[in-house]
């Protein structure tokens, strides 16, 4: 059996914690902050995919962790016997003119090329329904590929999972085997040390939860903004992306904009009232990508980093790899997505 550290209980670490423990491996979680005590403990959730063209490594990468999220959260739910809220409910996207309908009928094309048939992207006329962004062409994009989960629920469900194993998130502890480094905006700070320049830097973003129950139907962008229907009947709203700023973890002006964008965008949600608001740091690798691999110069440390806005998208796939890399030495990690892409 293979003894691994995993340092950081953010989405990150405990996923690839989860799959080291499925293989057999002998894994501690250690993160002085507690669980989803960085970015990986927001509100919004929306495991939204890349437009279906112009297609490279990050994009597959992306689509095959996103056909992986439905199996990945049954099993951690069944293991631990918390629901993530993981629900593939499509998503709607309005059009704003003929240009924007034309290419998006384009789109449709590329989208079954390189989608297959494991999702859909078309064009529909905006049905007379409430649940609906305001299309000022008259017609919606839909797609049945993206998702949504909510991230506390979805962190919570991977703990008792870890738990129902035997492993338990603790503030400290002795490295044991491999280290895994999956934390977050300290960790690139670490990493970009005596370094010629900086590997990441962190990103603000505030997001808000509404009182409006629409469990179950698609999930929503329009105005500039992800529009979540959670299971539990609230709505999310978000983001913001804040490269400045004085205080991490405080909402201003700056959220109720967004929150004045979603209702302007969706009538439904007019009304609804603010039940909650959210702020935090994400990481943003230099490269814009995940940022995966072994630690230059520290033998036997590896990094998970950089999640950013897809940080719970690319999960069940970066679990995955990571898994091959640190229990048996396969290095599957994709082009753009190496630790020395960031260098």
Same mark, same amino acid.
């Given at each position: 059996? $293979?003894?691994?550290?995993? !340092? ?10 989860? %799959? ?5 491996? +002998? ?27 112009? =297609? ?16 990945? =959260? ?9 629901? #993530?809220?993981? #629900? !593939? $409910? ?9 240009? #924007? ?8 094309? /590329? ?13 529909? *006329?905006? *049905? ?23 991230? &506390? &629920?979805?962190?919570? #469900? ?15 502890? /002795?490295?044991? @085997? ?21 590997? @990441? ?20 962008? %329009? ?25 991490? /973890? ?9 929150? %004045?964008?979603? !209702?302007?965008?969706? *009538?439904?949600?007019?009304?609804? *009232?603010?039940?909650? +608001?959210?702020?935090?740091? &994400?990481? +943003? ?12 110069? +520290? %033998? ?10 897809? @940080? ?17 030495? $396969? ?13």
């Amino acid at each position: 059996m $293979t003894d691994i550290t995993i !340092r950081g209980a953010g989405i990150f670490g405990l996923s690839i914690a989860w %799959a080291c423990v499925q293989r057999g491996a +002998r894994v501690q979680v250690i993160d002085p902050h507690g669980t989803g005590a960085g970015s990986s403990g927001g509100i919004v959730g929306a495991l939204a995919p890349h437009v279906p063209e112009n =297609w490279n490594p990050k994009k597959a990468f992306q689509l095959e962790s996103l056909l992986m999220a439905e199996a990945f =959260w049954s099993e951690v739910s069944a293991a631990g016997g918390k629901e #993530a809220g993981y #629900a !593939r $409910t499509g998503r709607l996207q309005p059009i704003a003119d003929d240009a #924007a309908r034309t290419l998006a009928i384009r789109r449709k094309e /590329t989208a079954v090329d390189l989608w297959q048939d494991n999702a859909i992207w078309e064009v529909i *006329p905006a *049905p007379q329904s409430e649940w609906q962004p305001n299309s000022p062409d008259g017609y919606l994009i839909r797609d049945t590929l993206s998702a949504h989960l909510h991230p &506390r &629920r979805a962190c919570d #469900a991977l703990v008792a999972a870890l738990a129902a194993s035997g492993v338990t998130v603790q503030p400290r502890g /002795t490295d044991k @085997g491999k280290v895994l480094w999956a934390t977050g905006v300290s960790g690139l700070e670490d990493l970009s040390k005596d370094r010629p320049r900086i590997m @990441g830097n962190g990103v603000k973003g505030q997001a808000a939860l509404l009182q409006y129950d629409a469990a179950g139907l698609p999930q929503l962008f %329009a105005g500039g903004v992800h529009i979540i229907p959670h299971l539990d009947g609230t709505v999310a709203i978000g983001s913001t992306s804040e490269r400045e700023y004085t205080d991490p /973890t405080s909402t201003d002006a700056q959220l109720d904009d967004v929150i %004045a964008a979603a !209702r302007n965008a969706v *009538p439904a949600l007019q009304d609804a *009232p603010v039940i909650a +608001r959210w702020a935090g740091v &994400r990481p +943003r690798a230099r490269s814009r990508a995940p940022m995966l691999g072994a630690w230059p110069d +520290r %033998a036997g440390h590896f990094i998970a980093n950089g999640g950013f806005k897809i @940080g719970f998208g690319m999960a069940p796939k970066i679990a995955h790899v990571m898994a091959d890399l640190l229990l048996e030495g $396969t290095d599957t990690i994709p082009e753009g997505f190496r630790v020395e892409d960031n260098l």
